[in-house]
């Protein structure tokens, strides 16, 4: 039998083997995490004429290979003095890369200042003797990309704050179901324990016909966010402490007391908690399980001027926050707030008495930039960031601004 032929090829050329040259994502990764126009055209621009010297950072390696353990934040960080600015790295591999949301270990990457442009390789230059051909030949290979594939940043980071954090309206607050006895009289309840829970006051009963809000997310002490600007209420931050599962909806029965008349009695629909991270008790409430979100982000300057400022430390009393916490700002989706956009973290400056001065004038000194913030889950006014680069520490009030 004939052997099958392949056209022989030229290596990759100009940006088109770059950092990102495993970079890939599922077609189920793909429809969850477009790309968008300006990103697709800042590639574009990149993947014809390179990025500017100026833009490398400068201490950027002649080489390196991406490893388990890195993330796209990191690796564009690596070349780029902005590692939000993704889509220039992209640009270098548009060719090979079609959804930029996943890196993949095993590649090495070098880099090619030639003609005043920086260029990203998966193969060292040739020192102008021409680039060298490449015979394909037939080979399999079976991976699981599943298990190979990098997140956008470290997710073991945020992941808890995907469920913990429970923002909810004063209305959606005073509609949530709410439990009202516990089996056995208990006063604490944990997994494994089964309890009792009615709808609010005028709300539909707790049914479950369509098996659409089986499972429920419990949480307490909701917290007002307001803006530090305005007073606005933002929203009410609820304190998650587990899940439970619908066992059997809320009903009305009719039946007969001791004089033989009849009645309509209320039967609480019945729970079991499934998991708890702290205990909980009569009173807390409930909302429906929202649907899971994929642990993907990716990092990229808003394409809207943004003026926020940070509300609340989560889950935190401490009066700074710190690299790697996370805060809740007053911007959400009503604003154009979306995930996976940076946001340079001001500190304001101090205001001061100009004592060289005989006629004492007061100054106030320039704001400073003191780090940078993720956002990675939206809400329609009010968003959780994470903290991603910290000089020293963040605290309720400071001022956020498109990165420069």
Same mark, same amino acid.
């Given at each position: 039998m004939a052997k099958p032929s392949f056209q022989t090829v030229p290596a990759l050329t100009t940006l088109a083997a770059v950092a990102f040259g495993l970079l890939t994502v599922s077609a189920v990764h793909a429809q969850n995490f477009p790309i968008t126009p300006q990103q697709r055209a800042t590639a574009a621009q990149v993947a014809q004429s390179g990025v500017a010297l100026s833009e490398l950072k400068a201490d950027a390696p002649q080489s390196y290979t991406v490893k388990p353990g890195d993330t796209l934040w990191g690796i564009s960080g690596v070349f780029l003095k902005s590692p939000w600015r993704w889509p220039e790295l992209w640009g270098m591999n548009m060719a090979d890369i079609k959804n930029p949301h996943l890196i993949y270990p095993g590649q090495t990457l070098y880099l090619d200042t030639s003609n005043g442009r920086a260029r990203l390789r998966t193969q060292k230059a040739d020192d102008g003797a021409g680039l060298p051909t490449i015979r394909l030949s037939p080979r399999t290979r079976i991976e699981s990309l599943a298990n190979n594939a990098l997140p956008t940043l470290k997710t073991h980071l945020i992941e808890p704050f995907l469920s913990e954090p429970v923002v909810v309206d004063e209305q959606g607050l005073n509609a949530a179901p709410r439990i009202v006895a516990a089996q056995d009289s208990r006063v604490l309840l944990t997994r494994g324990d089964r309890a009792y829970a009615r709808a609010a006051a005028g709300e539909q009963l707790l049914d479950d016909p369509s098996q659409k809000k089986k499972d429920f997310r419990v949480f307490r002490n909701a917290t007002?966010?307001? $803006?530090?600007?305005? =007073? @606005?209420?933002? =929203?009410?931050? &609820?304190?998650? !402490? +587990?899940? &439970? !599962?619908? /066992? &059997?909806? @809320? /009903?009305?029965? @009719?039946?007969? $007391?001791? $004089? +033989? #008349?009849? #009645?309509? $009695?209320i039967v609480p629909a019945t729970i079991d908690i499934v998991s708890a991270k702290e205990e909980m008790r009569v009173g807390d409430r409930l909302l429906p399980e929202p649907p899971q979100q994929l642990l993907s982000y990716v990092p990229r300057a808003p394409q809207i001027a943004v003026d926020a400022r940070i509300v609340s430390v989560y889950g935190s009393a401490v009066v700074n926050a710190a690299q790697n916490q996370v805060v809740a700002i007053n911007r959400g989706e009503r604003d154009g707030i979306e995930s996976g956009q940076v946001l340079a973290i001001l500190t304001d400056g101090l205001r001061l008495i100009d004592k060289t001065d005989a006629s004492r004038p007061e100054m106030k000194l320039p704001n400073e930039r003191n780090g940078l913030l993720m956002v990675f889950r939206t809400f329609e006014k009010v968003s959780y960031g994470l903290i991603l680069e910290i000089t020293s520490g963040v605290k309720v009030g400071d001022r956020l601004v498109n990165p420069q």
């Open positions: 007002p966010l307001k $803006d530090p600007l305005s =007073g @606005e209420i933002l =929203g009410y931050e &609820a304190q998650y !402490v +587990g899940k &439970a !599962v619908l /066992s &059997a909806s @809320e /009903s009305m029965q @009719e039946s007969t $007391d001791k $004089d +033989g #008349r009849t #009645r309509m $009695d």
